[in-house]
């Protein structure tokens, strides 16, 4: 008999010797790895949605300031317009910017969370080394730098539909 079965066996025959002795107790290590094992994956599941939840801002955080930086500069696309730049010009420009938002959180986000992660493992006194997933990292990274580029090309398209005329015709 093994696996489950054997477990389950094992534990009733322990069960009955340990309620024989008042002074012995039976704890079963698969059982308590198990509850450890769905705490963290609760954590995991909880830490995921946090991070979602950031990208999410960050996105509309982006969206809102690429947005006004297309209303503030209608003057300044107007001119490069003028001056010969394309209708991919105005909106590569904005887009590059909106991507370096990204790299600039992902960059912050780095600097700031490794350390915290670090500290969290010794207060919490595991004896665990710092393990970094460095591929799972970098694709957040580069999601979240290929998010706000994606956030920012809305607001770049509309800046780049505004006719040179018109916005050197617009006041400050």
Same mark, same amino acid.
């Given at each position: &008999?093994?696996?489950?079965?054997?477990?389950?066996? =094992? =534990?009733?025959?322990?069960?009955?010797?340990?309620?024989?002795?008042?002074?012995?107790?039976?704890?079963?290590?698969? #059982? +308590?790895?198990?509850?450890?094992? +769905?705490?963290? =994956? %609760?954590?995991?599941?909880?830490?995921?949605?946090?991070?979602?939840?950031?990208?999410?801002?960050?996105?509309?955080?982006?969206?809102?300031?690429?947005?006004?930086?297309?209303? #503030?500069?209608?003057?300044?696309?107007?001119?490069?317009?003028?001056?010969?730049?394309?209708?991919?010009?105005?909106?590569? &420009?904005?887009? @590059?910017?909106?991507?370096?938002?990204?790299? !600039?959180?992902?960059? !912050?986000?780095?600097?700031?969370?490794?350390?915290?992660?670090?500290? @969290?493992?010794? =207060? /919490?006194? %595991?004896?665990?080394?710092?393990? %970094?997933?460095?591929?799972?990292?970098?694709? @957040?990274?580069?999601?979240?730098?290929? @998010?706000? *580029? /994606?956030?920012? !090309?809305?607001?770049?398209?509309?800046?780049?539909?505004?006719?040179?005329?018109?916005?050197?015709? *617009?006041?400050?």
């Amino acid at each position: &008999m093994g696996g489950q079965a054997g477990r389950n066996a =094992a =534990a009733k025959a322990l069960a009955e010797a340990a309620d024989a002795q008042d002074d012995v107790h039976l704890n079963v290590l698969a #059982e +308590d790895r198990e509850r450890s094992d +769905d705490d963290i =994956a %609760l954590l995991a599941t909880t830490a995921l949605g946090l991070l979602g939840l950031t990208v999410l801002i960050a996105v509309v955080g982006v969206a809102t300031t690429t947005g006004l930086t297309v209303l #503030e500069r209608t003057r300044e696309s107007g001119l490069l317009r003028a001056l010969g730049l394309g209708r991919a010009g105005p909106r590569t &420009m904005i887009g @590059v910017e909106a991507g370096l938002y990204g790299v !600039l959180g992902g960059v !912050l986000g780095l600097l700031l969370g490794v350390p915290y992660a670090w500290l @969290v493992i010794q =207060a /919490l006194n %595991l004896g665990a080394p710092l393990h %970094l997933p460095y591929g799972q990292l970098a694709g @957040v990274f580069v999601g979240l730098t290929a @998010v706000t *580029t /994606l956030t920012g !090309l809305l607001p770049a398209r509309r800046a780049a539909r505004v006719s040179p005329v018109a916005a050197l015709g *617009t006041g400050e």
